[in-house]
């Protein structure tokens, strides 16, 4: 989910262009997620300032926690 004038935005990781467009962030959210999921991606959620919010991994996380 990223920053956007207007509606929040979903947008697939290298993709210009906006994959889904919402009215709220809860719904955006749920979107995004249900894409990771089913993709096996990681999640980022942005704040309307750009800065990362929260972060999910569905999939290979490339930074497995150590321990």
Do not use: C, F, K, W
């Amino acid at each position: 989910m990223v920053p956007h004038d207007g509606p929040l935005v979903v947008r697939e990781e290298r993709n210009q262009r906006e994959t889904v467009i919402t009215r709220t962030r809860q719904e955006a959210i749920e979107i995004a997620r249900e894409i990771a999921r089913s993709q096996r991606s990681e999640l980022l959620i942005h704040r309307p300032n750009g800065q990362i919010r929260d972060r999910d991994s569905y999939g290979n996380n490339p930074y497995p926690p150590q321990g």
